[in-house]
């Protein structure tokens, strides 16, 4: 039996050879974790077609000036229409924020991405459209399997690394060279 746990606010570093190419070398803030279920954010793969200014263009929100420039991130399989901000715990909806950590928030009401439209929003965040999920006991069964070691998230890891140096970042915040790390899980 696995201990119970809450993983809320930390994150996931996917392991080599999970076997989901969706997830490949991914970084996920866990925005929710509890006896029924999990729901997360991958923080480190930006989409390639669409851009916030893009985005903002096609829910007909008007960008102003000060709108920064910054890419939409592929968040997960499930909902991938539905958008979501991870930010940081400075901001707060006038709708609904979830407040994840004393560092984290999320929030996935239209209002924060026209608060960010006229460079109101929050400084440091990441946008996403979907979101990664898991059943009941899911998670901890994909952890104990080895598809995923945990990292303390940290507003430096989350908002100031470089997307294609998040993964790698992650593993040497929790002591671990990507170069030690093998795609066939073995069992003593």
């Not at 793969?45 to 709108?67: A, H, R």
Request: net charge negative.
């Amino acid at each position: 039996m696995i201990e119970e746990m809450d993983l809320t606010g930390q994150l996931l570093i996917a392991m080599p050879g999970m076997g989901d190419p969706r997830f490949d070398h991914s970084v996920i803030f866990l925005c929710a974790h509890s006896d029924e279920g999990a729901m997360g954010l991958i923080a480190n793969k930006p989409t390639t077609d669409i851009s916030l200014t893009d985005l903002l263009e096609q829910l007909q929100i008007e960008s102003g000036p000060s709108v920064r420039p910054m890419p939409v991130h592929f968040g997960g399989p499930v909902e991938n229409g539905r958008g979501f901000v991870l930010h940081e715990h400075g901001y707060a909806s006038s709708i609904s924020t979830l407040e994840v950590s004393e560092a984290f928030s999320m929030t996935a009401t239209l209002d924060i991405l026209e608060d960010m439209a006229r460079g109101e929003g929050p400084a440091q965040a990441i946008v996403a459209l979907g979101y990664a999920g898991w059943g009941p006991g899911q998670l901890e069964a994909e952890i104990a399997q080895n598809g995923w070691l945990i990292c303390p998230a940290t507003r430096d890891l989350v908002f100031g690394t470089p997307d294609v140096r998040k993964w790698e970042a992650a593993l040497t915040a929790i002591g671990v060279s990507p170069l030690t790390l093998s795609a066939s899980a073995g069992r003593a």
